[in-house]
């Protein structure tokens, strides 16, 4: 609906145009406004989101060799635990940011949407914008591979019971860290989106049709990993035990 109403001049768009030029000559501290728009940049949001997909590879990755060891001391070796694919959350992650210019650019380009007043003498190309859609995509992936990581943590991805280890601290209940960092990420793009319009780069509209965008790679992300990672939950273990099953008539 955004995006018709963008490309048909509707009345969400006069609404719009109204909103942004209000919120371009706003209170809101230059400085900090445009610190936030910044946050939206490649060379800002790319990083952050390289350096937790390496850290969240990793962590697979031990989790692997961890589960390998506890497999081959105990497994049986037909119904040995499924394989972890570990590299898939991470390697999506990156998959998705780096299609973010691939559908941007070719809907700013049809769309044609002429940007604020600030931005006068710039070619027609404003919506959506390709910076909220930076920094929803790579800060929300970045949120997404916090929580799987910690699910895994938590779950052992379906391994066998890890060895019994001393006491410690108790760590944060789950859902307070998902609702921490949840809150978190959308805290950024917000300011993110704010920045943007405050410092008359783009229209409210191209933000929010940005971040429409920016949920579709997010739900695509989750749907993969929820499939074929070991994040599953185990279905690869109860595949394979139902085909044994399957095979023996029993």
Same mark, same amino acid.
């Given at each position: 609906?955004?995006?018709?109403?963008?490309?048909?001049?509707?009345?969400?768009? =006069?609404?719009?145009?109204?909103?942004?030029?209000?919120? +371009?000559?706003?209170?809101?501290?230059?400085?900090?406004?445009?610190?936030?728009?910044?946050?939206?940049?490649?060379?800002?949001?790319?990083? #952050?989101?390289?350096?937790?997909?390496?850290? +969240?590879?990793?962590?697979?990755?031990?989790?692997?060799?961890?589960?390998?060891?506890?497999?081959? $001391?105990?497994?049986?070796?037909?119904? !040995?635990?499924?394989?972890?694919?570990?590299?898939?959350?991470?390697?999506?992650?990156?998959?998705?940011?780096?299609? %973010?210019?691939?559908?941007?650019?070719?809907?700013?380009?049809?769309?044609?949407?002429? !940007?604020?007043?600030?931005? =006068? @003498?710039?070619?027609?190309?404003?919506?959506?914008?390709?910076?909220? +859609?930076?920094?929803?995509?790579?800060? *929300?992936?970045? @949120?997404?591979?916090?929580?799987? /990581?910690?699910?895994?943590?938590?779950?052992?991805? @379906?391994?066998?019971?890890?060895?019994?280890?001393?006491?410690?601290?108790?760590?944060?209940?789950?859902?307070? #860290?998902?609702?921490?960092?949840?809150?978190?990420?959308?805290?950024?793009?917000? $300011?993110?989106?704010?920045?943007? %319009?405050?410092?008359?780069?783009?229209?409210?509209?191209?933000?929010? @049709? /940005?971040?429409?965008?920016?949920?579709?790679?997010?739900? +695509?992300?989750?749907?993969?990993?929820?499939?074929?990672?070991?994040? /599953?939950?185990?279905?690869? #273990?109860? &595949? &394979?035990?139902? *085909? !044994?099953?399957?095979?023996?008539?029993?």
């Amino acid at each position: 609906m955004l995006t018709w109403q963008v490309a048909c001049h509707g009345p969400l768009r =006069t609404l719009d145009e109204r909103l942004g030029r209000a919120l +371009a000559t706003g209170s809101l501290p230059a400085g900090a406004a445009e610190f936030c728009a910044d946050l939206g940049n490649t060379a800002v949001a790319l990083p #952050v989101l390289l350096v937790v997909m390496v850290w +969240a590879g990793w962590l697979g990755w031990r989790r692997q060799r961890e589960r390998h060891g506890a497999g081959q $001391g105990g497994e049986d070796a037909d119904q !040995g635990p499924a394989p972890v694919r570990w590299w898939l959350p991470p390697l999506a992650a990156g998959l998705a940011l780096a299609v %973010v210019p691939a559908l941007v650019v070719p809907l700013k380009l049809w769309i044609a949407r002429p !940007g604020p007043p600030q931005m =006068t @003498g710039d070619a027609p190309a404003f919506y959506p914008s390709g910076h909220g +859609a930076t920094a929803a995509v790579a800060y *929300g992936a970045v @949120g997404l591979l916090l929580i799987h /990581s910690r699910r895994g943590m938590r779950t052992g991805d @379906g391994a066998t019971p890890a060895r019994p280890h001393p006491p410690t601290a108790p760590a944060p209940a789950p859902a307070m #860290v998902t609702v921490a960092v949840t809150v978190a990420v959308v805290v950024l793009n917000v $300011g993110v989106g704010i920045g943007l %319009v405050r410092r008359g780069y783009h229209w409210p509209l191209d933000v929010l @049709g /940005s971040w429409c965008l920016a949920g579709v790679l997010l739900a +695509a992300w989750c749907a993969v990993c929820d499939r074929w990672s070991a994040g /599953s939950g185990g279905r690869a #273990v109860r &595949r &394979r035990t139902s *085909g !044994g099953l399957g095979a023996d008539g029993v």
